[in-house]
């Protein structure tokens, strides 16, 4: 099963983008939808999860600004990114996670933000 995450790209600081993921396949049993990010020379962070129960939890960073959506059983997940920051430019991965903890993580999808 591939993960595919797209809907990156260049924008100016303050601007939004929407990212996307969607499986080559079906996935059973994913309990909990996700995005990472990995800045250059940085390690990889959570950025947002959500659960099949609809809680959500974010990075202190992108909170106000950032939001997660998805639907679990339809394996897609979306991250909604508003006011956007140079500190915010990272590769996004999507990550999906099923009820007995197996991961699988998208390609990445390239977020740059201008100032």
């Known amino acids: 099963v591939q993960l595919q995450a797209f809907g990156g790209g260049l924008v100016q600081a303050g601007g939004s983008l929407r990212l996307s993921c969607v499986t080559s396949r079906r996935l059973f049993g994913i309990t909990v939808l996700g995005w990472y990010r990995q800045a250059p020379e940085k390690q990889r962070e959570m950025v947002a999860t959500i659960t099949d129960s609809g809680t959500t939890n974010y990075s202190d960073s992108v909170k106000g600004r950032f939001t997660i959506s998805g639907d679990h059983a339809k394996n897609t997940v979306y991250l909604e990114m508003n006011s956007l920051r140079s500190e915010d430019t990272a590769a996004y991965y999507c990550?999906?996670?099923?009820?007995?903890?197996?991961?699988?993580w998208g390609q990445g999808t390239e977020v740059t933000v201008s100032s």
């Open positions: 990550k999906m996670t099923t009820y007995n903890y197996r991961a699988y």
